[in-house]
């Protein structure tokens, strides 16, 4: 694996830029970028839009006043990229008003040569396409195609690390830390592998440099990042993992919370859950998506654990961290799965008590091997057991939140409540508590009784 430097890379279009761009939009030219999909997406449009700040591009949340427009796009699902077509075809009569302004696709769909030719031949007002892998290439790309070059189509493959990339963050007191890119698990529906390549991990000096970056500048909530982030550091000459990654972090000084995420549950050591239990900065929470309850589904997806291991590493977690949070991701109606099958994920469901699932109706994702398996089960069929599930969680949400009536918290005040006068934060697992405050209180560990709940939870404060 190699690390490249951005600037050593792409200083010289960078350089190039503002005097381009003031030869063709006689002002400062505005960029909007357009995120979908998971986090990892979130985390490099802050990055591509460090790269146009430094090109001499202002952020612009509104596509309609932008000069330059992205669409960093997810392809997960079906439905995700019917989304992004649908709002890429809308961006036709804007380009006709602005005739100077340029639209860029990228991210995980941008990655496939389907997309690529569909882009190509359907989308002409489509400027640049660029894959995962050639992100930090953006202003190459746009000085290319400013000065006249011909509609530009790249998604080649690579297994480089980008460093020193600029970054615009999007929040001022969380922030997002990626500390590894791309998938080896090949689970049979997921098309990540695909377009995200193999599994690369940051060094650690740049994970705590950038760690230490963020927490001098206040950051209060850590998000560390991957789409499998315990398996950090594996083939790799280190000679940390990522319980050993957490215990570094944990001990950078300053307030701050550490949360990770995703976790698969066959990376998931009992090393993992102690260094949990012992950093007091790590959050008591573990997203650890278990997809479906049952065996035969489970070998099917080529999740390579079984039910019985899922469920051992959730009393392993819970014996270390009683008051523990627990997430996950779930899939219905994989190809095969009866009713039968669908049960055991039920009922692993009410035997965990989940705070709260992320749950999804199987989706074939051309090119993955159960895109090829015979699906008998209709929309209308998984629909009815999705509700069901639904109704189950909800229950065991509820009977969670009532649990932490009474209890006094330390929240991370975030947000807004919903209503005025009120402020929101987020207990150290996954719980939101709304009290009374306002705008100073934001970006401030604040400790709250939770006294009630309505709706949502609510709390008073303490005096500490
Ligand atoms: N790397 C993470 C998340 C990947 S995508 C992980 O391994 O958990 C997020 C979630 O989308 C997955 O956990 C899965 O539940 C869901 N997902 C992925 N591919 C899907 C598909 N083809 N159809 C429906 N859901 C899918
Ligand atoms: Fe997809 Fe599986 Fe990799 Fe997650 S672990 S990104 S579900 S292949
Ligand atoms: Fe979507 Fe790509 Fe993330 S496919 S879920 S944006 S890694």
Redesign the pocket.
């Known amino acids: 694996m190699k690390v490249k430097d951005f600037m050593a890379e792409q200083e010289g279009y960078i350089l190039r830029m503002p005097s381009l761009l003031f030869s063709i939009y006689n002002k400062i030219p505005k960029a909007c970028v357009m995120t979908y999909g ?1 986090q990892q997406n979130v985390s490099d449009s802050e990055r591509m839009k460090g790269m146009l700040e430094k090109m001499g591009y202002e952020i612009t949340e509104e596509a309609e006043n932008a000069d330059f427009v992205l669409f960093n796009t997810c392809a ?3 439905h995700a990229e019917d989304r992004v077509l649908g709002n890429i075809g809308a961006m036709k009569k804007l380009k006709k008003i602005n005739k100077n302004m340029i639209i860029a696709v990228c991210g995980c769909m941008a990655q496939q040569d389907i997309i690529i030719d569909k882009l190509k031949k359907s989308y002409p007002y489509v400027d640049i396409v660029f894959g995962t892998h050639v992100q930090y290439r953006l202003p190459e790309f746009l000085y290319k195609r400013l000065k006249g070059s011909p509609r530009i189509f790249e998604n080649s493959q690579g297994d480089s690390i980008i460093e020193n990339i600029p970054v615009h963050r999007d929040g001022t007191f969380k922030g997002w830390l990626p500390i590894m890119y791309g ?1 080896n ?1 090949f ?1 049979s ?4 592998p695909y377009v995200r390549g193999r599994e690369r991990s940051r060094h650690p000096d740049e994970i705590l440099k950038e760690a230490k970056e963020l927490i001098a500048k206040g950051y209060k909530d850590i998000t560390l990042l ?3 982030v315990n398996s950090y550091g594996a083939g790799c000459d280190f000679g940390i993992n990522f319980a050993k990654l957490l215990r570094k972090i944990n001990a950078i000084e300053g307030d701050f919370r550490i949360r990770f ?4 549950p066959k990376d998931c050591t009992t090393e993992l859950l102690d260094a949990m239990r012992d950093c007091e900065k790590v959050s008591r929470h573990l ?1 650890l ?1 278990f ?1 479906s309850g049952s065996n035969r589904i489970l070998k099917l997806m080529n999740r390579k654990y079984t039910r019985e291991d899922y469920l051992s590493l959730i009393k392993a977690a819970k014996e270390r961290m009683p008051d523990i949070s627990l997430t996950s ?3 219905v109606g994989f190809p095969g799965e009866t009713y039968e099958d669908f049960k055991e994920t039920l009922s692993l469901v009410k035997e965990v008590e989940f705070s709260s699932l ?8 051309n090119g ?1 091997p ?2 090829q398996m015979e699906d008998t089960v209709s929309r209308e069929e998984k629909g009815k057991w999705f509700d069901e599930l639904l109704k189950v969680q909800e229950e065991i949400g509820d009977k969670i939140n009532d649990s932490l009536v009474g209890k006094t918290v330390r929240v991370l005040c975030d947000d807004y409540g919903r209503s005025q006068g009120k402020v929101a934060g987020h207990t150290n697992g996954t719980a939101v508590v709304e009290f009374d405050g306002d705008c100073s209180d934001l970006g401030k560990f604040i400790t709250v009784k939770i006294e009630r709940k309505s709706n949502v939870l609510e709390g008073t404060r303490i005096k500490e």
Request: glycine letters at 6%; hydrophobic letters at 35%.
């Open positions: 998971c997960v699902r079906g998938c698990n689970c529906y997921c098309i990540v991957g789409q499998n995420m995703t976790s698969h997203h998506p997809q991701d779930i899939i992320f749950t999804f109706i199987f989706s074939p994702r993955t159960a895109a």
